[in-house]
């Protein structure tokens, strides 16, 4: 079993800079997909960011510029640094592993941008 915990979730006033980490353990295999999902009240479901174990990205259009996505394999770690925050991010951010065609989810961190 994989497990996924994520932190770094908080309130935070537009135009300000926020770090979200995951850390993934467990039967670890590679190679990897991980990334963010976003959920925000009356919105759809959005894939935020993604990394694979070999460096490839991808970023929605709406955090593009903003958000940078980046790993640390020997710590089985990703991390979400969401830069130039606004208040269109709030939400709750949910980290997930892809590995070995299975997908574990992490609990969950609420990001709330708002002066």
């Known amino acids: 079993q994989v497990q996924v915990v994520e932190s770094g979730g908080g309130l935070v006033q537009p135009g300000r800079s926020l770090r979200l980490s995951c850390i993934a353990s467990g039967s670890i295999f590679n190679p990897y997909n991980m990334g963010w999902y976003r959920q925000a009240p009356g919105k759809e479901r959005e894939l935020v960011a993604s990394?694979?174990?070999?460096?490839?990205?991808y970023y929605a259009d709406s955090v593009k510029g903003r958000f940078t996505i980046s790993r640390d394999n020997a710590k089985n770690t990703v991390y979400l640094e969401m830069n130039s925050l606004k208040s269109e991010d709030t939400a709750d951010y949910y980290c997930y592993r892809w590995q070995r065609g299975t997908q574990y989810w992490g609990q969950g961190t609420r990001v709330t941008v708002s002066s």
């Open positions: 990394v694979t174990s070999d460096g490839t990205t």
